[in-house]
């Protein structure tokens, strides 16, 4: 039974930071298609940052600079590394993973806030 299980979300203040981590059962990372999605209240579900099964990083324009995804192979997990966050990346963040034949496993969410 394949799993994906994100951590790491709460509230934080504006110019604040957070890691996200999913973690992975029954699948592995490597060799697939990985991303990092939020929606927010009232918003479609928008692609954050990925990875592609080559190692190529892609980012929303509105993190670049701030969010950084990686990899951990030995862990069998990807994170999400947020950094001078605004009340703008407030959202339920998910993790994606896509099969080479574009079936695709998601998390569950966390929430992350971030308000003074």
């Known amino acids: 039974q394949v799993q994906l299980v994100e951590s790491g979300g709460g509230l934080v203040q504006p110019g604040g930071s957070l890691r996200l981590s999913c973690a992975a059962s029954g699948i592995t990372f490597s060799t697939n298609t990985i991303g990092w999605y939020r929606q927010a209240p009232g918003k479609q579900r928008e692609l954050v940052a990925g990875i592609s099964p080559y190692g190529d990083l892609s980012y929303a324009n509105s993190v670049k600079g701030r969010f950084t995804i990686s990899t951990d192979n030995a862990k069998n997990t990807v994170s999400l590394q947020m950094d001078n966050l605004q009340p703008e990346d407030t959202a339920v963040y998910y993790c994606?993973?896509?099969?080479?034949?574009?079936?695709?496993?998601w998390g569950q969410g966390t929430q992350v806030t971030v308000s003074s």
């Open positions: 994606r993973l896509q099969l080479p034949s574009f079936f695709v496993y």
